[in-house]
Every structure is written in C-alpha cells, then in structure tokens.
T-cell receptor
Framework: GAVVSQHPSWVICKSGTSVKIECRSLDFQATTMFWYRQFPKQSLMLMATSNEGSKATYEQGVEKDKFLINHASLTLSTLTVTSAHPEDSSFYIC?????????????FGSGTQLSVL | GQNIDQPTEMTATEGAIVQINCTYQTSGFNGLFWYQQHAGEAPTFLSYNVLDGLEEKGRFSSFLSRSKGYSYLLLKELQMKDSASYLCAVRDSNYQLIWGAGTKLIIKP
C-alpha cells in the first residue's frame, strides 16, 4: 500500500521557537494532503487542506499565520508551527489522498508529538 | 450541525465478539469509514461503506444503514492487540470527513 513518511516523530522545543514537520508520500503522488491535530483522548481535528501548488485552505479557528503550510511538490507538504507555545503541544498527523481518487483511503503519516516547554 | 456519536469506551474479553456502534447526522453522505488507532500512533484504515449492508474483511466487519444514520464495526475472535481506539468518520456532501471522538476498546484476558 501507499506509504506516507512523517518526520520528526517527536520534538521538544522551547516556547517561542518554530518547528517544521515534513510529510512525504513515498510511492505515489499526492495532490491533496491534510493536516490534523489531536489532543489527548480527543478526536482528530482537521487543521487545513493542502493542495499542491496553491495556498492551503484552513479550517475555522486555525491561524494561518501561525501554522504555515507549504505543498511545493506532489510528494512533500510541510507544516511549520511558528512561535510555538505550550498550548500548541499536541499530536500532529498528516494524511495524503492519492491523485485522481476519492478519499476512500487516506494514507496517514506516523504522526509528530510536539511538546512545547 | 454535524454530529458523529460513538461510545467513549468498551470492554471485552479475549476471544469474544464486540460491536462498536456509530450514529451520524451530517450534511449529505458520501461514505463511512472506520479507522483503528493505537495510542500514540496514526490511524490505520479498516473499512469503507457507502451502500447499505455488511462488509466483511477477515475478523472485522462493518455494517451501514443510511436510512437510520447508523453503522457498526464488528470485531470477532478478539485478540489483545485489538486494544485500541476505533474511529468512525463520515464523508459529507462537500467530501469533508467528519470524525467521531473514537471508542476506546479494552480487551481483557
């Protein structure tokens, strides 16, 4: 099956620093990637939808200037958490949809656990 | 508003059968998904239903009734490794996925 590689798996940073998370589709082209955030014992929350070559579409309540998303190629999308604060500590997960299909199967990255001190 | 309801937690015995229910109220319907998520890991795809009826895949089966806004995931011959959260998600008329909060399944020996 399709593989989505997400790095890093976990990161600890100081408050006020920026953190970049990468999401790569290894053996397929992903025109659309999704970024989710999941707090403990809560459901996945969609943050933004990223389309290759265009600006990301952010969900209501998600600050686009704080969560910068870049989808410059068909195999790579990045999420940068700028000026991270403790309340940004969460589990961030990307997923990719194979080009030309519906999202019957979303292929998920392994997730990034962000802890902001 | 859009809403997905599933039990918060369930407990079952190894070797037994468990049914996890999911009810939904969404703006349109374009399929229902079940995912398994182990603690600290990303979800993995289990099943997809778009037509009424039962879809069987090994030890796991998923059922859908669109008229009732209802689905269930049936797990047979439970194994300890099945201890996880099970997420129900519905794709609405805008092809957006609406996620349930997940059901934490605890398997006891």
């Amino acid at each position: 099956g399709a593989v989505v590689s997400q790095h890093p798996s976990w990161v600890i940073c100081k408050s006020g620093t920026s953190v970049k998370i990468e999401c790569r589709s290894l053996d397929f082209q992903a025109t659309t990637m999704f970024w989710y955030r999941q707090f403990p014992k809560q459901s996945l929350m969609l943050m933004a939808t990223s389309n290759e070559g265009s600006k990301a579409t952010y969900e209501q309540g998600v600050e686009k200037d704080k969560f910068l998303i870049n989808h410059a190629s068909l195999t790579l999308s990045t999420l940068t958490v700028t000026s991270a604060h403790p309340e940004d500590s969460s589990f961030y997960i990307c997923s990719a949809r194979v080009s030309g299909t519906g999202n019957e199967k979303l292929f998920f990255g392994s997730g990034t656990q962000l802890s902001v001190l | 508003g859009q809403n997905i309801d599933q039990p918060t937690e369930m407990t079952a015995t190894e070797g037994a059968i468990v049914q996890i229910n999911c009810t939904y109220q969404t703006s349109g319907f374009n399929g229902l998904f079940w995912y398994q998520q182990h603690a600290g890991e990303a979800p993995t795809f289990l099943s997809y239903n778009v037509l009424d009826g039962l879809e069987e895949k090994g030890r796991f089966s998923s059922f859908l009734s669109r008229s009732k806004g209802y689905s269930y995931l049936l797990l047979k011959e439970l194994q300890m490794k099945d201890s996880a959260s099970y997420l129900c998600a519905v794709r609405d008329s805008n092809y957006q996925l609406i996620w349930g909060a997940g059901t934490k399944l605890i398997i006891k020996p």
